[in-house]
C-alpha cells in the first residue's frame, strides 16, 4: 500500500478524471449514432483519457494488488473492461445503433462495478 495519505486518494481522483474523459467521449458518440444528441466528439480526449485510466489504475493496483486480487468487484470490472475495449476497437467503428447500445451499456456496467470495489472490500 502507498504509505503517503495523500497519493492514494490523488491517483483514485485522476483514475476517475480518465474514466470520464474515456467514457464520457464514447458516451457521446454512442448518443450521437442514436439520433439523442448531435455533438461532436473530440477523439484526442478519449486517448487522454484512457491512458490517464491505464497509468492511474496499474499504480493503484501495484500499491494494494492482494486487495484487489481477492476483490470479486475489482475481477469483474476487469473482465467488462476487457470486452469494452475489445469491442470499442472493433464491432464499434461500424457506428450502428446495436453497437451504440452494446458500448452504453458495457461502460456503464463497468463504472457500476468500479464503484462495488469499495463495497466488496474484506
Given at each position: 500500500?502507498?504509505?503517503?495519505?495523500?497519493?492514494?486518494?490523488?491517483?483514485?481522483?485522476?483514475?476517475?478524471?480518465?474514466l470520464a474523459l474515456l467514457v464520457g467521449t464514447i458516451a457521446l458518440g454512442d448518443l450521437k449514432v442514436l439520433g439523442?444528441?448531435?455533438?461532436?466528439?473530440?477523439?484526442?480526449?478519449?486517448?487522454?483519457?484512457?491512458?490517464?485510466?491505464?497509468?492511474?489504475?496499474?499504480?493503484?493496483?501495484?500499491?494494494?494488488?492482494?486487495?484487489?486480487?481477492?476483490?470479486?468487484?475489482?475481477?469483474?470490472?476487469?473482465?467488462?473492461?476487457?470486452?469494452?475495449?475489445?469491442?470499442?476497437?472493433?464491432?464499434?467503428?461500424?457506428?450502428?445503433?446495436?453497437?451504440?447500445?452494446?458500448?452504453?451499456?458495457?461502460?456503464?456496467?463497468?463504472?457500476?462495478?468500479?464503484?462495488?470495489?469499495?463495497?466488496?472490500?474484506?
Amino acid at each position: 500500500m502507498i504509505e503517503n495519505t495523500w497519493a492514494f486518494p490523488a491517483l483514485e481522483a485522476l483514475h476517475v478524471v480518465g474514466l470520464a474523459l474515456l467514457v464520457g467521449t464514447i458516451a457521446l458518440g454512442d448518443l450521437k449514432v442514436l439520433g439523442i444528441t448531435a455533438a461532436a466528439t473530440p477523439s484526442n480526449t478519449l486517448s487522454i483519457g484512457l491512458w490517464l485510466v491505464i497509468i492511474t489504475g496499474i499504480a493503484m493496483f501495484l500499491a494494494d494488488s492482494e486487495r484487489y486480487r481477492a476483490n470479486p468487484a475489482f475481477l469483474l470490472k476487469m473482465g467488462i473492461l476487457v470486452v469494452a475495449l475489445l469491442s470499442h476497437y472493433t464491432i464499434h467503428k461500424r457506428e450502428t445503433r446495436t453497437t451504440a447500445v452494446l458500448s452504453l451499456a458495457l461502460w456503464t456496467f463497468t463504472v457500476v462495478a468500479a464503484r462495488a470495489i469499495i463495497d466488496f472490500d474484506a
